[in-house]
């Protein structure tokens, strides 16, 4: 079987309830059209509230983190069971902005990683350089070290998703060339291929001011399979523009 294709919306800290529910319901209504399977991630906050709204329809849930403990005294945290509990179907672990502004090394990001595997969650592990590191030529070493660090021994395709982000293109408006992207998503398949011995079956999503207008060409290179999108997933129509350039679902 080869990856399945994901588009996921990281809304990341905006949204109160109400704007989160109304935006939920806009995707929910464009989603039976799309070719490849829809995932929100919205502030912890309005987690309930728009799983109320998704109900069990084709848009899954996720979380935007999650602590690697399943309980105990850790104010202000969230645990993988709280968010499965809620109806999570995935979580992100390690976006670079939780790399940056929390200092999140890799062996955290693989325990949160873990922490989403033992409560039946997806994890989708991001990996990204930055620009001095790209400028450097350490941008497949940085992915490879970053690789071996946050993902956990045993991972699977069918619980494991990779996004690689190139931390240079978050929020900036600059996209990888085709030849960035499809290199970088090459480097990261072999490198799963030899810590898992499967590598051809991971969803490797692109991340990184990905937006309609440059979606069917991320979308058409070779490895990338599908997106983790940021601002455009807070605008229904450009999310779901973005999910409209998407091949087939892929069996």
Not at 176 to 186: I, K, L, N, V
Not at 189 to 213: C, H, N, Q, W
Request: aromatic share 4%.
């Amino acid at each position: 079987m080869g990856p399945q294709h994901y588009v996921i919306g990281n809304w990341k800290m905006n949204g109160l309830v109400a704007g989160a529910c109304a935006l939920a319901r806009a995707v929910l209504a464009g989603a039976p059209g799309c070719a490849t399977q829809l995932a929100l991630c919205p502030p912890a906050t309005s987690l309930g509230a728009v799983a109320a709204v998704l109900g069990r329809g084709p848009v899954m849930l996720g979380g935007q983190d999650c602590h690697p403990k399943a309980t105990g005294a850790h104010t202000g945290d969230v645990s993988a069971e709280m968010l499965a509990d809620v109806g999570c179907g995935l979580v992100v672990v390690g976006h670079s902005e939780r790399r940056t502004n929390h200092g999140e090394r890799d062996d955290l990001v693989r325990a949160k990683a873990e922490a989403a595997h033992r409560a039946g969650l997806v994890a989708v592990i991001c990996v990204g350089e930055t620009l001095a590191e790209r400028e450097a030529g350490r941008t497949r070493e940085i992915l490879a070290t970053q690789l071996r660090g946050s993902v956990p021994a045993g991972a699977t395709a069918t619980r494991t998703i990779i996004a690689y982000e190139p931390v240079w293109a978050i929020g900036t408006g600059k996209v990888a060339t085709p030849a960035q992207a499809a290199e970088a998503h090459g480097w990261i398949r072999s490198e799963l291929d030899g810590m898992t011995g499967a590598g051809g079956a991971f969803s490797i999503l692109y991340g990184g001011s990905v937006k309609p207008e440059n979606a069917t060409d991320l979308f058409a290179l070779p490895g990338v399979d599908g997106a983790l999108v940021g601002g455009a997933s807070l605008d229904a129509t450009q999310f779901l523009g973005i999910a409209a350039a998407a091949p087939r679902r892929r069996a």
